[in-house]
T-cell receptor, first 114, second 114 residues
Framework: DQQVKQNSPSLSVQEGRISILNCDYT??????FLWYKKYPAEGPTFLIS?????DKNEDGRFTVFLNKSAKHLSLHIVPSQPGDSAVYFC?????????????FGKGTKLSVIP | DSGVTQTPKHLITATGQRVTLRCSPR?????VYWYQQSLDQGLQFLIQ???????AKGNILERFSAQQFPDLHSELNLSSLELGDSALYFC?????????????FGQGTRLTVV
């Protein structure tokens, strides 16, 4: 049973446009959400996070939106740049569980076309 | 460079064999996490250690075991290997294990079981 789902395996966007990556989750105990970016032959790199007490968090070109009622979050990248081309993983954790293990989605491969 | 070192980078071994993957966390980080990424799958949490003690356990098979040593490096032991164990194995580390914004991933060990 996949608790974190990224239903789009891939996404192509023109440089300068907005990239929107989506993520759905099923476990209502999740209260902390993160996005990681992964380049080939490298480990995932933390990008941005959001706590369940917020519905938006912004960091430069990256904004994460959380809709708790829909159990949905999205990552917006504006403007998209060719260097953003990577696989993006959505992850979630349930802090009340006593540990901070992350549950990851399968990832979305973003291609930003110059 | 995340500061987390994993060795070896690549490993090819036969079914039934036993291998050990090694992880050196960032200097000062007390917590180590192990994740498995199989083909077309998200990262699956295996196990977490904090300052030498097991903190949390995920979907780790009984054939797999891990430990964290006094110098804080960690080893993941995989035994009686099967073809399905072929995957990327990532190690991550963080200072406290309670704040994922501080978690840094290594480059991973690619295990191929033939």
């Amino acid at each position: 049973d996949q608790q974190v789902k990224q239903n789009s395996p891939s996404l192509s966007v023109q440089e300068g446009r907005i990239s929107i990556l989506n993520c759905d989750y099923t476990n209502s105990m999740f209260d902390y959400f993160l996005w990681y970016k992964k380049y080939p032959a490298e480990g995932p790199t933390f990008l941005i996070s959001i706590s369940s007490i917020k519905d938006k968090n912004e960091d430069g070109r990256f904004t994460v939106f959380l809709n708790k009622s829909a159990k949905h979050l999205s990552l917006h990248i504006v403007p998209s740049q060719p260097g953003d081309s990577a696989v993006y993983f959505c992850a979630a954790s349930a802090s009340g569980a006593g540990s901070y293990q992350l549950t990851f989605g399968k990832g979305t491969k973003l291609s930003v076309i110059p | 460079d995340s500061g987390v070192t994993q060795t070896p980078k690549h490993l090819i071994t036969a079914t039934g064999q036993r291998v050990t993957l090694r992880c050196s966390p960032r200097s000062g980080d007390l917590s180590v996490y192990w994740y498995q990424q199989s083909l077309d799958q998200g990262l699956q949490f295996l196990i977490q250690y904090y300052n030498g003690e097991e903190r949390a356990k995920g979907n780790i098979l009984e054939r797999f075991s891990a430990q964290q040593f006094p110098d804080l490096h960690s080893e993941l032991n995989l035994s009686s290997l099967e073809l399905g164990d072929s995957a990327l194995y990532f190690c991550a580390s963080s200072i406290s294990g309670a704040d994922y914004t501080e978690a840094f991933f290594g480059q991973g060990t690619r295990l191929t079981v033939v």
